[in-house]
């Protein structure tokens, strides 16, 4: 079992910034893969960040540049740094972890709202 506790969302002024942080607890050690995903209403679920227990990082392509996800493994902590925030950055933001290796394993947190708004 994993437990993922996110926290950092809230509203935030267009062009702004927010950080969003997720930490993990149970058998946090067995994880590959932490991410964010995000859904806005009446739309699907999607990747906007991942990060592998080797570093290695993916971006949805629309916060390339914009958005730089982090992993404390030492605090079994993921982090998402958003800038330059746009309206359609709204949505509810959820952490995932993943076992991509046998025992496979996929978790959630309970999702914390991101609102992009002046």
């Known amino acids: 079992q994993v437990q993922l506790v996110e926290s950092g969302g809230g509203l935030v002024q267009p062009g702004g910034s927010l950080r969003l942080s997720c930490a993990a607890s149970?058998?946090?050690?067995?994880?590959?893969?932490l991410g964010w995903y995000r859904q806005a209403p009446g739309k699907q679920r999607d990747l906007v960040a991942s990060i592998t227990d080797f570093g290695r990082v993916n971006y949805a392509d629309s916060v390339k540049g914009r958005f730089t996800i982090s992993r404390d493994n030492a605090k079994n902590t993921v982090y998402l740094q958003m800038d330059s925030l746009k309206p359609e950055d709204t949505a509810v933001y959820y952490c995932n972890a993943k076992r991509v290796l046998p025992p496979i394993f996929d978790y959630w947190g309970q999702g914390t709202q991101v609102t992009v708004s002046s």
């Open positions: 149970g058998n946090s050690f067995s994880i590959n893969v």
